[in-house]
T-cell receptor
Framework: DTGVSQNPRHKITKRGQNVTFRCDPI?????LYWYRQTLGQGPEFLTY????????KSRLLSDRFSAERPKGSFSTLEIQRTEQGDSAMYLC?????????????FGPGTRLTVL | GIQVEQSPPDLILQEGANSTLRCNFS?????LQWFHQNPWGQLINLFY???GTKQNGRLSATTVATERYSLLYISSSQTTDSGVYFC?????????????FGKGTKLTVNP
């Protein structure tokens, strides 16, 4: 069990550019979540997958955001035409419901800065 | 949606002191987790505790689901306990597994 990993850890981009983040969950965890955290706030839910199916999306996830989990393993989060308001920490978590608990385990995050 | 309120927002302690952090939530929950966020942003799981009491070393937590609150106790605090502590819940009526976080308690432990 190597934990949830995320890449890149940091991303600096110019307004209007597209960016893509990757999340690798704990192996055999069938649920994967994306959250966003801005300075001084708690994380906010964006979307989640059970296997390859995207089951819920937040209103925060505008049309410029898209998430995929094509084979039910790793996931990508893409932001098109980035805006300065997209600057935040993007967190990924995974869980395996049906086990001893539905604990969500978080990765180290990708910190996005939009100039 | 469900509301999660944490108190106090800020807490400053001397090393060795004890503290209690509180989390109030506005609806029935099927998941409650406590996290410690370190200075690098990593969320570290402390407890999964939708009800009952658990202990892990110097930390313990109690959730009284019927009264909609949870408490996190830190005893004999150390400087490494500094950081932000978050409570997060998933709520039954929403039928969702997403976690809703409070705004956190920022703990500073001075040597």
């Amino acid at each position: 069990d190597t934990g949830v990993s995320q890449n890149p850890r940091h991303k600096i981009t110019k307004r209007g550019q597209n960016v893509t983040f990757r999340c690798d969950p704990i192996s055999e965890h069938n649920r994967l979540y994306w959250y966003r955290q801005t300075l001084g706030q708690g994380p906010e839910f964006l979307t989640y997958f059970q296997n390859e199916a995207q089951l819920e999306k937040s209103r925060l996830l505008s049309d410029r955001f898209s998430a995929e989990r094509p084979k039910g393993s790793f996931s990508t989060l893409e932001i098109q035409r980035t805006e300065q308001g997209d600057s935040a920490m993007y967190l990924c978590a995974s869980s395996s419901p049906g086990g001893p608990s539905d604990t969500q385990y978080f990765g180290p995050g990708t910190r996005l800065t939009v100039l | 949606g469900i509301q999660v309120e944490q108190s106090p927002p800020d807490l400053i302690l001397q090393e060795g002191a004890n503290s209690t952090l509180r989390c109030n939530f506005s609806d029935s929950v099927n998941n409650l987790q406590w996290f410690h966020q370190n200075p690098w942003g990593q969320l570290i799981n402390l407890f999964y505790i939708p009800s009952g009491t658990k202990q892990n070393g110097r930390l313990s937590a109690t959730t009284v689901a019927t009264e909609r609150y949870s408490l996190l106790y830190i005893s004999s605090s150390q400087t490494t306990d500094s950081g932000v502590y978050f409570c997060a819940v998933a709520y039954l009526p929403g039928g969702s597994e997403k976690l809703v976080f409070g705004k956190g308690t920022k703990l500073t432990v001075n040597p």
